[in-house]
Structure formats: C-alpha cells, structure tokens
C-alpha cells in the first residue's frame, strides 16, 4: 500500500508563498496523476492542481497563476508551490492519484492570515 506524507504547510501573511512536498512510498508513484487537493473548513475537499507522469499540469480556476505543481519522479515526491496566498487558501493540502486510489495522508495546514 503506497503511503503519502505531505509537508511544508505553516502560518503566512497574505501575499506570501509557501511550497508543499508529498513524498509517496513505493513503485506506482512514477506511473500516476498526481494531484494536490485541499479541504477547508465545513467545506468539501477540492482538487487544486494536477501533474501526469509525463509533467502536463492542470489548475483550478481560483489558483491559476499563482500556484505551480511539479514532480521528482526519482524521488516519488510531488511538489506544489504557492505564490501569493489568500486568506481563502487556507485548507488543510494532501496529494493523492487522480482517482484518489491511495490511501489518503494526515494533509499539511496551510493558514493565510495576517
């Protein structure tokens, strides 16, 4: 089973950036979408950005610009970098497959806030 740890979230005035890693376990990494999702409070988790194997993206409307997703393939970690956040960023980030298949990590907080 592939386990997924993310990090890299923290406290961040508006404006500011901050870059997320998700680190998978295993050999099914290389051959997945991967995508960073987010759930704020009382909200429903949404899909933010995603990354084929091969490196062509897709963004949600809310962060297109500002957010940028990549991945190390040798090193089964994905990576989303956050240029100037928002107060409506702030939500709990994970990463999973395109089809969510892998078990779901403890998610990284990221709060905007001044």
């Known amino acids: 089973q592939v386990q997924l740890v993310e990090s890299g979230g923290g406290l961040v005035q508006p404006g500011g950036s901050l870059r997320l890693s998700c680190a998978a376990s295993g050999s099914r990494f290389s051959l997945n979408v991967m995508g960073w999702y987010r759930q704020a409070p009382g909200k429903e988790r949404e899909l933010v950005a995603q990354?084929?194997?091969?490196?062509?993206?897709y963004y949600t409307g809310s962060v297109k610009g500002r957010f940028a997703i990549s991945r190390d393939n040798a090193k089964n970690t994905v990576y989303l970098q956050m240029n100037s956040l928002k107060p409506e960023d702030t939500a709990v980030y994970y990463c999973?497959?395109?089809?969510?298949?892998?078990?779901w990590g403890q998610g990284t907080q990221v709060t905007v806030s001044s």
């Open positions: 999973n497959t395109e089809s969510q298949n892998f078990s």
């Open positions: 990354i084929t194997p091969t490196g062509r993206t």
